[in-house]
């Protein structure tokens, strides 16, 4: 069974920096898409970025662009996204999912139906 852990959120200043740590048991992260995901309250959840199995290339949505970068640490089975200039827009509650052999290149596919596997996800607060 696929387990995902967050960690890494909290409060920080506009224009500060967070890195998001999603923590795996029970697989090994290599054969997996990983995406991250987060919600903002009362918005529908977003795909962040996703990195698909194999190669590990990376989506990026437009808005973090150029500030945020998704990686992989194989040792440790963990994913990590970096979060530089964060903006109070990038507030929300950011979540770690992961799917068997995806390929996710592009907004269409970092979609949160492809994935099922979910951790709880760790809370972003960025002041302004």
């Known amino acids: 069974q696929v387990q995902l852990v967050e960690s890494g959120g909290g409060l920080v200043h506009n224009g500060g920096s967070l890195r998001l740590s999603c923590a795996a048991s029970g697989v090994s992260l290599a054969y997996y898409g990983i995406g991250w995901f987060r919600q903002a309250p009362g918005k529908e959840r977003e795909g962040v970025s996703c990195s698909s199995s194999g190669d590990g290339s990376a989506y990026y949505a437009d808005s973090v662009k150029g500030r945020f970068t998704i990686s992989r640490d194989s040792a440790k089975n963990t994913v990590y996204l970096h979060m530089n200039s964060l903006k109070p827009e990038d507030t929300g509650v950011y979540y770690c999912?992961?799917?068997?052999?995806?390929?996710?290149?592009?907004?269409?596919?970092?979609?949160?139906?492809?994935?099922?596997?979910w951790g709880r996800g760790t809370q972003v607060t960025v002041s302004s």
């Open positions: 999912a992961a799917e068997f052999r995806m390929i996710a290149t592009n907004q269409a596919m970092c979609v949160a139906s492809r994935l099922r596997y």
